[in-house]
């Protein structure tokens, strides 16, 4: 069966470039989540989408911006990246508030 | 905002044991999770146990609710090497479908072959 896909799995960046991350959910789901996971952490919620439309906010910061397509992919942006940044991004799907299904994540490394 | 945290921090047992984790949240809840995260890697459902039930099985795992204390457990029995992982509780609060989840701080399970 499909499962979320999360691309890149790695990326490195520098301090105060930018990165993107994009998530494919699985097919007819129609909500997509971000988690951001510190090393050592538990996933805190970012943000959500529901066909399209931001659903719900957590603790993402004002230089990460987020957005859900017409084809249901999502993509997180983050800007002025800090060392703090570097983390697992995990993306979720679901079918409305049905169960999630969480992606392999994306390990972003800012140095 | 409401989160479970799970005790203890670490566990190392044998392996043939039996791993139990506890998971501690603060608010009602709709629901409550568990989940497995092997190093680095992605979040894996195990078992939903809902507000109005107390116990539940799923193959090698048992959950309990009791949520006058607001807490619920997990239990691995007969561990296996593969079970070596990170188990976080998630929960979510009342009127709300699990779009809402909140994650605890997990449990470090090490089973020694």
């Known amino acids: 069966a499909a499962g979320v896909i999360q691309s890149p799995r790695h990326l490195i960046k520098e301090k105060r470039e930018t990165a993107t991350l994009k998530c494919y959910p699985i097919?007819?789901?129609?909500?997509v989540y971000w988690y951001q996971q510190g090393p050592g952490q538990d996933p805190q919620f970012l943000i959500s989408?529901?066909?399209?439309?931001?659903?719900d906010k957590g603790s993402i910061p004002d230089r990460f911006s987020a957005q859900q397509f017409s084809d249901y992919h999502s993509e997180l942006n983050m800007s002025s990246l800090e060392l703090g940044d570097s983390a697992l991004y995990f993306c979720?799907?679901?079918?409305?508030?049905?169960?999630?299904?969480f992606g392999p994540g994306t390990r972003l490394t800012v140095l | 905002s409401q989160q479970g945290e799970e005790d203890p921090q670490a566990l190392s047992i044998q392996e043939g044991e039996n791993a139990t984790m506890n998971c501690s949240y603060k608010?009602?809840?709709?629901?409550l999770q568990w989940y497995r995260q092997n190093s680095g890697r992605g979040l894996v459902h195990l078992i939903l146990?809902?507000?109005?039930?107390r116990e539940k099985h799923s193959g090698r795992l048992r959950v309990t609710l009791d949520t006058s204390k607001k807490s619920s457990s997990l239990l691995i029995t007969a561990s296996r090497a593969a079970d070596t992982a990170s188990y976080f509780c998630?929960?979510?609060?009342?009127?709300?479908?699990?779009?809402?989840?909140?994650f605890g701080t997990g449990t470090r399970l090490t089973i020694i072959p």
């Open positions: 979720a799907s679901s079918l409305g508030d049905d169960e999630q299904f």
């Open positions: 097919p007819r789901h129609d909500t």
């Open positions: 989408f529901y066909e399209k439309m931001q659903s």
């Open positions: 608010t009602s809840i709709n629901n």
């Open positions: 146990i809902r507000s109005n039930e």
């Open positions: 998630a929960t979510v609060p009342p009127n709300f479908g699990n779009e809402k989840l909140t």
